[in-house]
């Protein structure tokens, strides 16, 4: 005897319900996925697959509980475990296989297939389950609409959903998605019930009246109120997520504005978007105000600038601090004017005079510029073209911007290339040292040579020291390259002064050698091994580089100077230091840049460098002019009372061998310098 039965509206309309809230949250959930890794990514995945394959398993016994047959029957336990473990298990593979950040079609259908599948073998154990006195047959006609309704519908909703992910805009479709998702679970199962035929095994049924329909409405009432929960507990997390913990993950604490993090989210939103431009600012002046004042006026000045970079935010333009003193503004629009005039922007806001406590501070910025589109696969390019070009502004000056472009471009690629051959080239004896001699115009007698390194690449040719210095001082490699040009030029001074030449030779420092603070021992060392005289090495510093540590630079030479190794300070009147500091630093003689050197005959220049001159004699300092190349300059020195000249006119840095030349043309007195 076959048995029909009813559907109770008010629970059907429950069990959709149900389904299409955990389509929503298992997807939205599952969405976080293609931005997490390692174990979050897991978590993220195993939370989706729960909330969508418990969100089915309930609807099943829900919508069961809607059908009306006044049937008395039971559940095989086991069968009914079976069932959702089926449904959240195939809900994992389906998330697993379309959580990709870049994914084909065929990884969807796959997905939608897997899913589908799910859904079927879920209902269908679920049916299986049931424990009545009555056979189940099915009618192959609405068995096979049933399977294609889970599958397409299934298909659907991972399409829409994965198609409208990153959009921050897409609310209503995320929504769609739910809803067809939705469909394919509801749509299953009822089509599936319209397949199944009940055939009773007794002569008469066993019928009841009233609400027994065969399942217990307790347990199925409790079914769905875990459900419910289940889902307020994932709306929860997720509520959680986005307000609390997103806060702390995509903002910034010192300035208030949104982070690297929701950087990298904003470019993978927006991957294949239309054309942008990426401002990326460096505030100049930074670094020397937090190490000079203190790291608390430091964090309060980067406040300041983020609040005033703030406003730039809008519909179009978003504003980040991605480290440091470094801000990045990202702009939807690919105009080059308009870009520029952001960047002046910005610039202007920067430079307004910033009131930190009792503090007046001055500082400027450094942009570059980078127009394009955002790269699907490596979203980087732009960060990268913008920092390049923000570094060519800082070379340029401070306040200034630069649009980055292919001459930029290959620029960076030669360093990056220099930069891995700089690690060889100690090794594999590309280094070597020039000698450019001083000369001492009272006595008109050689005074000394200054050491100078250079770089002969092997397919590059000589490299310019003002390319490849900068690039050792970046990456460490100056640390052991000034030890052995220390070694070298030791020795190479002890030759000559086994020779009978007794000047000194001097050697540039970096500030990473005070850093490393190994100065004293590698001089120290260099010296016992060459045999040289201690006061025959002069190391020269730089006035800037003094003022970033003071006191232990300081503490460094003054111990270096115990061996009786002579200091010079290098480019003077060109660094960031002060006059007032001047008799606190452990120098012996002070080296005039050759911005001072060139234009003597004008008043002001004459006047300045008189003073200069007039001061270092007060502290009983030698005088280096560097730079000098013609005999005017050099009459107008000598009369101002400096001694000591360096320049192209007295002799051109010089190999060993080139300098031994030199020198026994000197001793041969085959030429001299008139003045």
Same mark, same amino acid.
């Not at 702390?248 to 904003?266: C, E, K, Q, V």
């Given at each position: 005897?076959?048995?029909?039965?009813?559907?109770?509206?008010?629970?059907?309309?429950?069990?959709?319900?149900?389904?299409?809230?955990?389509?929503?949250?298992?997807?939205?959930?599952?969405?976080?996925?293609?931005?997490?890794?390692?174990?979050?990514?897991?978590?993220?995945?195993?939370?989706?697959?729960?909330?969508?394959?418990?969100?089915?398993?309930?609807?099943?016994?829900?919508?069961?509980?809607?059908?009306?047959?006044?049937?008395?029957?039971?559940?095989?336990?086991?069968?009914?475990?079976?069932?959702?473990?089926?449904?959240?298990?195939?809900?994992?593979?389906?998330?697993?296989?379309?959580?990709?950040?870049?994914?084909?079609?065929?990884?969807?259908?796959?997905?939608?297939?897997?899913?589908?599948?799910?859904?079927?073998?879920?209902?269908?154990?679920?049916?299986?389950?049931?424990?009545?006195?009555?056979?189940?047959?099915?009618d192959?006609?609405?068995?096979?609409?049933?399977?294609?309704?889970?599958?397409?519908?299934?298909?659907?909703?991972?399409?829409?959903?994965?198609?409208?992910?990153?959009?921050?805009?897409?609310?209503?479709?995320?929504?769609?998605?739910?809803?067809?998702?939705?469909?394919?679970?509801?749509?299953?199962?009822?089509?599936?019930?319209?397949?199944?035929?009940?055939?009773?095994?007794?002569?008469?049924?066993?019928?009841?009246?009233?609400?027994?329909?065969?399942?217990?409405?307790?347990?199925?009432?409790?079914?769905?109120?875990?459900?419910?929960?289940?889902?307020?507990?994932?709306?929860?997390?997720?509520?959680?997520?986005?307000?609390?913990?997103?806060?702390?993950?995509?903002?910034?604490?010192?300035?208030?504005?949104?982070?690297?993090?929701?950087?990298?989210?904003?470019?993978?939103?927006?991957?294949?978007?239309?054309?942008?431009?990426?401002?990326?600012?460096?505030?100049?002046?930074?670094?020397?105000?937090?190490?000079?004042?203190?790291?608390?006026?430091?964090?309060?000045?980067?406040?300041?600038?983020?609040?005033?970079?703030?406003?730039?935010?809008g519909?179009?333009?978003?504003?980040?601090?991605?480290?440091?003193?470094?801000?990045?503004?990202?702009?939807?629009?690919?105009?080059e004017?308009?870009?520029?005039?952001?960047?002046?922007?910005?610039?202007?806001?920067?430079?307004?005079?910033?009131?930190?406590?009792?503090?007046?501070?001055?500082?400027?910025?450094?942009?570059?510029?980078?127009?394009?589109?955002?790269?699907?696969?490596?979203?980087?390019?732009?960060?990268?073209?913008?920092?390049?070009?923000?570094?060519?502004a800082?070379?340029?000056?401070?306040?200034?911007?630069?649009?980055?472009?292919?001459? %930029?471009?290959?620029?960076?690629?030669?360093?990056?290339?220099?930069?891995?051959? %700089?690690?060889?080239?100690?090794?594999?004896?590309?280094?070597?040292?020039?000698?450019?001699?001083?000369?001492?115009?009272?006595?008109?007698q050689?005074?000394?040579?200054?050491s100078?390194?250079?770089?002969?690449?092997?397919?590059?040719?000589?490299?310019?020291?003002?390319?490849?210095?900068?690039?050792?001082?970046?990456?460490?490699?100056?640390?052991?390259?000034?030890?052995?040009?220390?070694?070298?030029?030791?020795?190479?001074?002890?030759?000559?002064?086994?020779q009978?030449?007794?000047?000194s030779?001097?050697?540039?420092?970096?500030?990473?050698?005070?850093?490393?603070?190994?100065?004293?021992?590698?001089?120290?060392?260099?010296?016992?091994?060459?045999?040289?005289?201690?006061?025959?090495?002069?190391?020269?510093?730089?006035?800037?580089?003094?003022?970033?540590?003071?006191?232990?630079?300081?503490?460094?030479?003054?111990?270096?100077?115990q061996?009786?190794?002579?200091?010079?300070l290098?480019?003077?009147?060109?660094?960031?230091?002060?006059?007032?500091?001047?008799?606190?630093?452990?120098?012996?003689?002070?080296?005039?840049?050759?911005?001072?050197t060139?234009?003597?005959?004008?008043?002001?220049?004459?006047?300045?460098?008189?003073?200069?001159?007039?001061?270092?004699?007060?502290?009983?300092?030698?005088?280096v002019?560097?730079?000098?190349?013609?005999?005017?300059?050099?009459?107008?020195?000598?009369?101002?009372?400096?001694?000591?000249?360096?320049?192209?006119?007295y002799?051109?840095?010089?190999?060993?061998p080139?300098?031994?030349?030199?020198?026994?043309?000197?001793?041969?007195?085959?030429?001299?310098?008139?003045?």
């Amino acid at each position: 005897m076959i048995m029909q039965g009813s559907y109770n509206p008010y629970i059907v309309a429950l069990s959709i319900i149900i389904a299409v809230l955990a389509s929503y949250s298992a997807l939205i959930i599952v969405g976080k996925v293609s931005y997490s890794e390692g174990k979050a990514r897991i978590f993220w995945l195993a939370a989706g697959s729960v909330v969508m394959g418990s969100g089915v398993w309930s609807m099943h016994f829900v919508g069961m509980l809607s059908f009306q047959m006044g049937m008395k029957m039971q559940h095989d336990i086991a069968l009914t475990l079976t069932s959702m473990a089926a449904s959240i298990f195939s809900a994992f593979i389906a998330f697993w296989i379309t959580a990709q950040r870049k994914i084909k079609g065929t990884r969807i259908a796959v997905g939608g297939l897997v899913m589908g599948s799910g859904i079927i073998t879920m209902h269908y154990i679920g049916m299986e389950a049931m424990q009545m006195t009555m056979t189940i047959q099915y009618d192959p006609v609405w068995w096979t609409i049933s399977a294609v309704i889970a599958l397409v519908a299934s298909y659907a909703a991972l399409f829409l959903f994965l198609r409208f992910r990153n959009s921050h805009r897409a609310s209503i479709s995320k929504w769609l998605s739910s809803l067809a998702m939705g469909f394919a679970i509801c749509g299953m199962h009822y089509s599936g019930m319209k397949a199944t035929i009940f055939k009773s095994k007794l002569p008469m049924p066993n019928v009841h009246t009233g609400m027994d329909n065969g399942l217990d409405p307790v347990l199925l009432y409790g079914v769905t109120v875990i459900i419910f929960i289940l889902l307020l507990t994932s709306w929860g997390a997720m509520f959680f997520e986005r307000h609390v913990l997103e806060r702390l993950a995509y903002a910034d604490s010192i300035s208030g504005l949104p982070n690297r993090n929701d950087m990298n989210r904003h470019f993978h939103s927006n991957a294949g978007s239309t054309d942008t431009a990426v401002l990326f600012l460096d505030l100049d002046q930074f670094k020397t105000i937090n190490d000079t004042l203190n790291h608390v006026i430091g964090d309060k000045l980067i406040a300041e600038a983020g609040q005033r970079l703030k406003h730039l935010q809008g519909e179009d333009c978003e504003v980040f601090r991605i480290g440091g003193d470094e801000f990045l503004i990202v702009a939807n629009f690919s105009n080059e004017m308009k870009a520029k005039a952001l960047a002046e922007q910005a610039l202007n806001m920067i430079e307004r005079v910033f009131h930190i406590g009792t503090n007046e501070l001055y500082i400027t910025g450094s942009i570059g510029i980078s127009i394009g589109k955002i790269d699907e696969y490596e979203h980087s390019n732009l960060l990268r073209e913008a920092e390049t070009a923000m570094y060519e502004a800082k070379q340029r000056g401070s306040n200034s911007y630069v649009i980055y472009n292919e001459e %930029l471009g290959k620029r960076k690629t030669r360093k990056l290339k220099l930069e891995h051959d %700089l690690h060889q080239a100690l090794v594999k004896n590309q280094l070597f040292i020039t000698y450019q001699p001083q000369w001492n115009v009272v006595d008109n007698q050689l005074s000394g040579f200054e050491s100078l390194l250079r770089w002969k690449h092997p397919t590059k040719g000589l490299v310019s020291p003002a390319e490849f210095i900068p690039i050792a001082e970046e990456t460490g490699l100056i640390i052991p390259i000034t030890k052995w040009v220390i070694e070298k030029a030791c020795h190479q001074a002890r030759l000559w002064y086994d020779q009978g030449w007794s000047q000194s030779i001097a050697v540039n420092l970096s500030i990473r050698i005070f850093q490393n603070g190994q100065l004293f021992s590698w001089v120290e060392e260099a010296l016992g091994k060459s045999g040289l005289p201690p006061h025959m090495l002069e190391l020269e510093i730089t006035e800037s580089m003094v003022m970033r540590n003071m006191d232990d630079i300081i503490r460094q030479l003054e111990d270096v100077r115990q061996l009786g190794v002579r200091i010079s300070l290098d480019d003077f009147g060109t660094g960031y230091s002060s006059i007032a500091v001047l008799d606190r630093i452990p120098i012996d003689c002070l080296k005039l840049d050759r911005l001072f050197t060139n234009d003597l005959e004008t008043p002001n220049k004459h006047a300045i460098v008189k003073g200069i001159i007039r001061m270092a004699k007060s502290l009983k300092l030698d005088i280096v002019a560097e730079g000098v190349e013609h005999q005017e300059p050099i009459d107008i020195l000598t009369t101002l009372g400096c001694d000591v000249m360096q320049g192209y006119f007295y002799g051109k840095p010089m190999t060993p061998p080139e300098v031994s030349e030199w020198l026994a043309d000197l001793k041969n007195k085959s030429f001299a310098f008139a003045h």
